[in-house]
């Protein structure tokens, strides 16, 4: 089911400020409150924005359900791998980068990841259930 005219038109204006915010989040949420999970949630907000007023057939063809998976295996992954290597430097997510933020910064990037892949992939799961009546 799609949307009125101006619900798509400034749900596709409003799409690429939240996706920004989001990655501001991720970058620079060890600066302030927000980080990672906060930044996840925006950016899924922003995909599911997209296939509410556009309906879930016309974007499923943009963001695929495989790439959904993908992003959120592969940030859950890098995680564990980031504790490991942590592991290596002496302590379990120990910061051995020497840069500004340390760890915080990568691990921000991959929870924000996880967490917004995860929740794109539930409502992908939705409304295929949703779909099937």
Known sequence: MK??????TTTKLVSPFL?????????YGYLSPGGGFQGGVILAVAV???ITSHGYKQVR??????WASLIESSAGA?????GL???AFGAFYANFLPSEGGIIVPFNIAVGLEVGAAFTFVFYILLRWVESD
């Open 3 to 8: 949307m009125s005219i101006v619900v798509r």
């Open 85 to 87: 290597v942590g592991l």
């Open 61 to 66: 063809k943009k963001f695929k359900f495989n």
């Open 78 to 82: 890098f995680l564990v791998l980031l």
């Open 48 to 50: 599911i924005l997209l």
């Open 19 to 27: 996706v920004t915010y989001a990655a501001y989040l991720m970058f």
